[in-house]
T-cell receptor, first 108, second 115 residues
């Protein structure tokens, strides 16, 4: 299982962009990079995933380094509702290993 | 929007008792998962299930645990003889295809308290 390194916590102001980094230098060539988040007292929630190319969806953007050893989740305009723990997960299928994630604090 | 549901939301049991946690995955999904989260700790993978078989399981998922899809809609996690350390939130998830290139949809969880 690939190891990931994420900051323990980050802080953002409301309405500002947030860049959440993740290092996954031991990722295998076939693993997708998934991001999930967990709001307080809720189950994890899918955010975005990608393999090599950058990806955008209605929630966020995912920028993947060319060597795939790191990625960055971008929230374009943080809201108070985005305060959560964000998990970066290399995922090969059938077995999803959550790390400690990054706790994002959003200030009004 | 379709969602994964779990029952009960909270289960209290005595140590040594059997518990069954129930999940209804999204109807057209083929892959099913159980996770647990001890209070204040990270989410831990327990087991994945496809085509009526376990695909992967973690070291936590020992002989005390079993999973079943008893009918076309439910997916259950059974703990045969609960221990105090089984107290946790248990999350069920499902995905349309395997979780490599697909998103998992998580349920709201069942809080299990073992006394």
């Amino acid at each position: 299982d690939a190891k990931t390194t994420q900051p323990n916590s980050m802080e953002s102001n409301e309405e500002e962009p947030v860049h959440l980094p993740c290092n996954h230098s031991t990722i295998s060539g076939t693993d997708y990079i998934h991001w999930y988040r967990q709001l307080p007292s809720q189950g994890p929630e899918y955010v975005i995933h990608g393999l090599t190319s950058n990806v955008n969806n209605r929630m966020a953007s995912l920028a993947i380094a060319e060597d795939r050893k790191s990625s960055t989740l971008i929230l374009h305009r943080a809201t108070l509702r985005d305060a959560a723990v964000y998990y970066c997960i290399p995922e090969g299928g059938f077995k999803t290993i959550f790390g400690a994630g990054t706790r994002l604090f959003v200030k009004a | 929007e379709p969602e994964v549901t779990q029952t009960p939301s909270h289960q209290v049991t005595q140590m040594g008792q059997e518990v069954i946690l129930r999940c209804v995955p999204i109807s057209n999904h083929l892959y099913f998962y159980w996770y647990r989260q001890i209070l204040g700790q990270k989410v831990e993978f327990l087991v994945s299930f496809y085509n009526n078989e376990i695909s992967e399981k973690s070291e936590i998922f020992d002989d005390q645990f079993s999973v079943e899809r008893p009918d076309g809609s439910n997916f259950t996690l059974k703990i045969r003889s609960t221990k105090l350390e089984d107290s946790a939130m248990y999350f069920c998830a499902s995905s349309e295809w395997d979780s490599g290139n697909n998103e998992q949809f998580f349920g709201p969880g069942t809080r299990l308290t073992v006394l």
